[in-house]
């Protein structure tokens, strides 16, 4: 078989063609490109307020606001009064297509990314919003009919599963598994369009899901078997990158169910207010947390806390725990989160006692007297974890945020000593923003120090780490 491609300049296309056979046994080809987003030549006509950028910040205290380096890599659509926004549309056709994305909200900002520039899925900052909509972030934006009494216009639209969207001004992920509707010969359509898979930062949204027809909003309602995309650029500011298009030669086949899939019904846990579960939790790439305690929220944000080193491994937005590989059978002890996952990296103890600000983290509790005292609940029903370490005494809770935004941490520590620090942060990368807080890991999540605190960055090996000093208490919050 002969595999040409046409590749223009800013376009990356991966060396990774291969073959996968149709349902009649004949072999057609994937092609999956990058767009290198080094200039707007990919687009059809791009109107001002699109532009290439380097790098891109959000003001979480400015509605549809965005700050921009310089450099390329990163779309960005800025609409205002000078650069009215208007929608972006590939040169390119597509049919099938598996699509991947990373997009980054403005404060208040709205937009949406449009497949074959007819079926809508919705990108907002819903940041807070205690449930979701057809017409919030991740949803599949309703069809419309005018004719329809008041209120009723709107029609088959389809909200996320869950709620598993970041803040603005952090990245966030799109992966979609796209099926365009079917013609026969004449010209007459079939089959719908179907949504096969929606996946938000990590958590499937959406699956399976036939469109009856085009969302509104649409370029046409005449539907087709190749079209553009589309991205919405008349109402917020909103930025992209790595977008990655798998595109089909061939209508992709049916799939085929998995014949040894594990049919066992699913042990799930949803989370009253303040719920605690203890057991083992897996975390990628780090050793398995084996006195791990997991406590959940009715404001749907939770996290699990490591017993072992006096450390927050993880927090997630969404639904609770899956506790099946734990209760089902024999089980293996592990339960794993059902929501969108931040993790904190490989468990450490969070407490050191420094010789100096250049001194290398303790890897282990080793010669730090380190013991757990387990914990007390509060009055509100919340943990307060206790631990001995450094010949201190330390008390550790964590509380949601209103709205759900993120989580507090309070760490109390009685009988001080000297040099002693907390690390807040252990990350790739670590960049202070103008409001004095924390943007960590790539703009994976913020962090803010409270009560006037003085933490610093400094690099190790390689990576950043915030470290603070503490006396007697420390406040800070993860926004995510």
């Known amino acids: 078989m002969n595999l040409k491609f046409k590749v223009s300049p800013t376009i990356f296309l991966r060396f990774a063609a291969f073959l996968i ?16 987003l080094i200039d707007l030549s990919a687009f059809k006509s791009p109107s001002k307020s699109w532009q290439i950028a380097g790098s891109v910040q959000a003001d979480l205290s400015k509605t549809n606001f965005l700050s921009l380096g310089n450099g390329s890599g990163i779309l960005v659509n800025f609409p205002d009064k000078k650069n009215k926004g208007e929608d972006l549309f590939t040169l390119s056709e597509y049919g099938d297509i598996d699509l991947e994305f990373e997009y980054l909200m403005a404060s208040g900002a709205n937009s949406g990314l449009y497949l074959q520039g007819r079926y809508e899925i919705q990108l907002e900052d819903t940041w807070g919003s205690p449930s979701p909509k057809s017409n919030t972030n991740g949803g599949i934006y309703p069809r419309w009919d005018d004719s329809k009494p008041e209120g009723q216009q709107g029609y088959a639209g389809y909200a996320p599963r869950q709620n598993a969207s970041k803040a603005p001004g952090l990245w966030q992920k799109f992966k979609i598994s796209f099926q365009a509707p079917r013609f026969d010969a004449s010209g007459k359509k079939i089959a719908n369009a ?25 370029i046409s309602n005449t539907e087709a078997a190749k079209a553009p995309l589309r991205f919405q650029g008349d109402h917020g500011a909103v930025a992209f990158k790595n977008i990655k298009i798998t595109s089909f030669d061939r209508p992709r086949p049916a799939e085929k169910p998995n014949v040894n899939a594990n049919t066992v019904d699913p042990i799930l846990i949803d989370a009253s207010e303040n719920s605690i579960l203890r057991s083992f939790m897996d975390l990628p790439g780090s050793p398995r947390v084996v006195h791990a305690v997991s406590v959940g929220s009715a404001a749907k944000v939770h996290y699990t806390y490591d017993m072992d080193n006096a450390m927050l491994v993880q927090v997630w937005r969404g639904d609770f725990l899956n506790a099946t590989p734990m209760w089902h059978d024999r089980g293996d002890g592990s339960s794993r989160p059902l929501g969108m ?29 380190y013991k757990p005292k387990g914990y007390v609940i509060d009055e509100q029903g919340l943990p307060i974890f206790k631990y001995h370490t450094y010949g201190t005494k330390v008390s550790d809770q964590v509380t949601v945020l209103d709205l759900g935004r993120g989580i507090s941490r309070k760490i109390s520590i009685s009988n001080p000593v000297n040099n002693l620090y907390f690390r807040l942060a252990d990350a790739e990368n670590i960049v202070q923003t103008a409001d004095g807080s924390y943007l960590i890991d790539n703009q994976s999540y913020y962090l803010k120090v409270e009560d006037g605190g003085k933490a610093f960055i400094r690099e190790i090996n390689g990576r950043k780490e915030l470290l603070i000093p503490i006396l007697n208490t420390l406040n800070y919050s993860i926004l995510f």
């Open 21 to 36: 056979l149709s349902t009649n046994g004949v072999a057609y080809a994937q092609s999956p490109i990058q767009l290198g």
């Open 341 to 369: 996952v931040q993790r904190f990296g490989k468990p450490k103890q969070s407490i050191a006692q420094l010789a100096s600000t250049d001194a290398a983290w303790i890897s282990d509790t080793s010669g730090t007297s």
């Open 194 to 218: 179907v949504m096969l898979r929606v996946e938000l930062n990590g958590v499937i949204i959406h699956d399976n899901v036939e469109l009856s027809g085009p969302t509104r909003g649409s």
